[in-house]
């Protein structure tokens, strides 16, 4: 399958910081990216859509303001979690979908910590 | 409803048996549906896709869609202990939303 590249796989920041995951797609262009966010033993939870050129669109109940997203090529998208709390400590993983086959493929993850 | 819907609890199987995972989803005009594995403390891996009506197989798996139940499933023959992981159904939606199920978790017993 395709690869996608996600960066960095882990992270422990301070309350009150912004950390920025990168997502990319190594071989392959994706127009378009999903973000999502995994609490332990929990499903996936979409956070928001991200296509090349344009805003994200976001889920219900996700704030665009604190979770900031970038899509401006077609193999790199950013989340930037700003004023983290440790609320927001979790397990984040990008997805980029192949526009030739249709198919997601997932990044590694980030996990990240707030202290 | 819930736009994915994956509704059985862990699954145990014997090695060698056959493991079925079942998902439904809302949206009728859904065309892309996708099967995931994923280990613990790991990302989603793909598994299969399909998009149109009946069995599509690879290895020894094999994905069912039924469209006009709005229903797709997983079969995986020869279970194998390395298959213990939790699966997890995914539908694309007309808003270019991937959504997924809260997943089924199977585990292959030697």
């Known amino acids: 399958g395709a690869v996608v590249s996600q960066h960095p796989s882990w992270v422990i920041c301070k309350s009150g910081t912004s950390v920025k995951i990168e997502c990319r797609s190594l071989d392959f262009q994706a127009t378009t990216m999903f973000w999502y966010r995994q609490f332990p033993k929990q499903s996936l939870m979409l956070m928001a859509t991200s296509n090349e050129g344009s805003k994200a669109t976001y889920e219900q109940g996700v704030e665009k303001d604190k979770f900031l997203i970038n899509h401006a090529s077609l193999t790199l998208s950013t989340l930037t979690v700003t004023s983290a709390h440790p609320e927001d400590s979790s397990f984040y993983i990008c997805?980029?979908?192949?526009?030739?086959?249709?198919?997601?493929?997932f990044g590694q993850g980030t996990r990240l910590t707030v202290v | 409803q819930k736009e994915v819907e994956q509704n059985s609890g862990p699954l145990s199987v014997p090695e060698g048996a056959i493991a079925s995972l079942n998902c439904t989803y809302s949206?009728?005009?859904?065309?892309?549906f996708f099967w995931y594995r994923q280990y613990s403390g790991k990302s989603p891996e793909l598994i299969m896709s399909?998009?149109?009506?009946g069995d599509k197989e690879d290895g020894r798996f094999t994905a069912q869609l039924n469209k006009a139940s709005q229903y797709v499933s997983l079969l995986i023959r020869d279970s194998q202990p390395s298959d213990s992981a939790t699966y997890l159904c995914a539908v694309l939606y007309g808003n270019n939303r991937l959504a997924f199920g809260k997943g089924n978790q199977v585990v292959v017993i030697p």
């Open positions: 997805s980029a979908r192949d526009m030739t086959g249709g198919e997601a493929f």
């Open positions: 399909i998009y149109s009506n």
């Open positions: 949206d009728r005009v859904s065309q892309s």
